[in-house]
């Protein structure tokens, strides 16, 4: 049962360099997301999709793109990485339609740009 | 709009002490609430949740009561082991978007 999996666990980029964070759920689940982790701010949410072909943007979406072309799959990709952009990236999912569920995460991904 | 205000850590805590960690919300209607536990390395998991006023959730001899009244939803345990040393998130969830509204985390570390 694997549940959300994220790949890679750690990347090191070079200022300017692009990348896709990779996430998957073998839950069936309509609703992922995208979260950033920083020292004293919590999670804050990037981008989420309540289903294959629909997303939309989240309280701290700039500089980063995603798209949904299968419910499984929910990529997080940055085109031009800044130092700014250095966290821990955590993807979710979860029922939609219920706000009773639970969100199910991935173990992160801890990324530092240089 | 949404939002969820948990005590500052880090808390240090002796083994088989008391823990309490406030969490407060504000939401605009009738939101579930979470407490979510991330152990060092790992993503987060849920604990527990409750959903309407005066459920109360509990997981691992841990509980938290959702008040409505002070807009409250306090993680307690009666004797912390050391392997509670996490980071312990408040959230919020409402509305058919599933989005959460998490707090900035409370540190916990035990000690024996």
């Known amino acids: 049962n694997a549940g959300v999996t994220q790949t890679p666990k750690f990347q090191v980029l070079k200022t300017g360099q692009s990348m896709t964070l990779q996430c998957a759920q073998d839950?069936?689940?309509?609703?992922m997301s995208w979260y950033r982790q920083d020292p004293g701010m919590g999670l804050r949410l990037i981008h989420y999709s309540v289903g294959a072909g629909i997303t939309d943007q989240g309280e701290v979406p700039n500089g980063y793109n995603v798209s949904r072309s299968t419910t499984e799959d929910f990529p997080l990709r940055l085109l031009s990485a800044a130092p700014s952009q250095t966290s821990v990236y955590f993807c979710?999912?979860?029922?939609?339609?219920?706000?009773?569920?639970?969100?199910?995460f991935g173990q992160g991904t801890r990324l530092t740009v240089v | 709009g949404n939002s969820v205000t948990q005590m500052e850590g880090p808390v240090t805590l002796s083994e088989e002490a008391f823990l309490t960690i406030n969490c407060t919300y504000t939401a605009t209607g009738y939101p579930s609430l979470f407490w979510y536990v991330q152990y060092p390395g790992e993503g987060l998991q849920l604990l527990l949740k409750?959903?309407?006023?005066?459920d109360k959730g509990s997981n691992k001899g841990f509980e938290a009561t959702y008040r409505k009244e002070t807009t409250s939803f306090h993680l307690e345990k009666g004797s912390v082991q050391v392997s509670d040393s996490a980071v312990y998130f408040c959230a919020l969830s409402q509305g058919t978007g599933n989005q959460f509204y998490f707090g900035t985390g409370t540190s916990l570390t035990v000690i024996p």
């Open positions: 409750a959903t309407k006023a005066d």
């Open positions: 979710a999912s979860s029922y939609w339609g219920n706000f009773n569920t639970e969100a199910f």
């Open positions: 839950m069936n689940h309509e609703y």
